[in-house]
Nanobody, 125 residues
Framework: QVQLVESGGGLVQAGGSLRVSCLAS????????MGWFRQAPGKEREFVAV????????YYADSVKGRFTISRDNAKNTMYLQMNTLKPEDTAVYYC??????????????????WGQGTQVTVSS
């Protein structure tokens, strides 16, 4: 089993920056890809970014390319999402996810076996 806990959310002004973190515990050796999703009020949960086991491959949603950076430190069992040039439309609950499978459709929430509780990010205008 794997447990995921997000932290680092908060309130920032448009144009500002924020870094959210995801700490994994339990059977962390079984984790391969990790990713971030977000859910805004009244909307479905959407894909944000994914990173491979060693961090060599990353992929971002078009809405965050050039502004967000995903990274991971396996020695600390921690994944990060650095968010720059934040916009009000980035306001959402940000969720950490982990997978113990190779490949698959990372856009599909059912691909991911483990989820955190989420951390709120609010961007004011």
């Amino acid at each position: 089993q794997v447990q995921l806990v997000e932290s680092g959310g908060g309130l920032v002004q448009a144009g500002g920056s924020l870094r959210v973190s995801c700490l994994a515990s339990g059977r962390t050796y079984s984790i391969y890809a990790m990713g971030w999703f977000r859910q805004a009020p009244g909307k479905e949960r959407e894909f944000v970014a994914v990173i491979s086991k060693t961090g060599i491959n990353t992929y971002y949603a078009d809405s965050v390319k050039g502004r967000f950076t995903i990274s991971r430190d396996n020695a600390k069992n921690t994944m990060y999402l650095q968010m720059n040039t934040l916009k009000p439309e980035d306001t959402a609950v940000y969720y950490c996810a982990a997978s113990s499978r190779y490949g698959g459709d990372y856009f599909d929430i059912k691909h991911w076996g483990y989820w955190g509780q989420g951390t709120q990010v609010t961007v004011s205008s």
